[in-house]
């Protein structure tokens, strides 16, 4: 069963970073492609960014150039750096893994389990 908790989440004023966590049990991250989601209040979850096994990073538009994805094989974490944060990035953060170990793609549909999430909350 795979379990993943995120953390790193807080309160930062725009143009901040941070960088958020995701601790994985259950499944290798060296041979997996995770994910991460974030959601915002009365809206859907938004792919956010993916990593395949092989460590290429994947990211939607509007993160892309700000956000970096990358992962610990060894301590089976993968983090997301964020930076030049907007207050538009404020939503709770998932972590997520694929029903497929290759899929990197942004469809929710494609993801299987997650965590409980981490809030980030950017403010002018």
């Known amino acids: 069963q795979v379990q993943l908790a995120e953390s790193g989440g807080g309160l930062v004023q725009v143009g901040d970073s941070l960088r958020l966590s995701c601790a994985a049990s259950?499944?290798?991250?060296?041979?997996?492609?995770m994910g991460w989601f974030r959601q915002a209040p009365g809206k859907e979850r938004e792919f956010v960014a993916a990593?395949?096994?092989?460590?290429?990073?994947y990211y939607s538009a509007s993160v892309k150039g700000r956000f970096t994805i990358s992962k610990d094989n060894a301590a089976n974490v993968v983090y997301l750096e964020m930076s030049s944060l907007k207050a538009k990035d404020s939503a709770v953060y998932f972590c997520?893994?694929?029903?497929?170990?290759?899929?990197?793609?942004?469809?929710?549909?494609?993801?299987?389990?997650w965590g409980p999430g981490t809030q980030v909350s950017v403010y002018a």
């Open positions: 997520e893994a694929p029903s497929s170990y290759y899929y990197t793609g942004p469809s929710a549909d494609g993801y299987v389990c």
């Open positions: 259950g499944r290798s991250i060296s041979t997996s492609a």
């Open positions: 990593i395949s096994a092989n460590s290429d990073p």
